[in-house]
């Protein structure tokens, strides 16, 4: 039971990181989210070749920052919170278990996204 509840804490740990960093990223996002929802509206009532001649720097700026946004949350959100193992011909992923039978928590690469993520945003925070 005490092994449960320290893998279970330890699991805890790093979705509780995840989720704060991605709540910080996605607070940021929203803004230029709507900005990207008025500009693709534009878009498809001008057309494109007509829309594409009349996007100015801001707006190139704003889509640029949306998707340097979105590329930082794709990164942390696809890293998986295990150990790959193995991946079938099936496509059925077998994840690593420990000695005592639990999934073996994929710490080296989530440290490295959740590190590198947080410096992606901080970075972005002070070029925008």
């Keep these: 039971m005490d092994l449960g509840e320290e893998h279970l804490a330890n699991i805890n740990n790093y979705v509780d990181k995840i989720y704060y960093l991605l709540e910080k990223i996605n607070n940021t996002f929203t803004t230029y ?48 919170l295990f150990q790959p193992k193995d991946v079938s011909t099936d496509g059925v992923v077998e994840i690593e278990t420990d000695s005592d039978g639990f999934n073996v928590l994929n710490t080296k690469e989530l440290d490295n996204i959740l590190s590198t993520g947080e410096e992606e945003y901080y970075d972005f925070t002070l070029k925008k």
């Design 33 to 80: 989210l709507y900005a990207l929802k008025r500009m693709h509206e534009k878009i498809v009532v001008l057309g494109g070749g007509r829309a594409a001649n009349d996007i100015s720097q801001q707006s190139l700026r704003i889509i640029n920052n949306g998707y340097l946004l979105a590329a930082i949350m794709t990164n942390i959100i696809t890293t998986p």
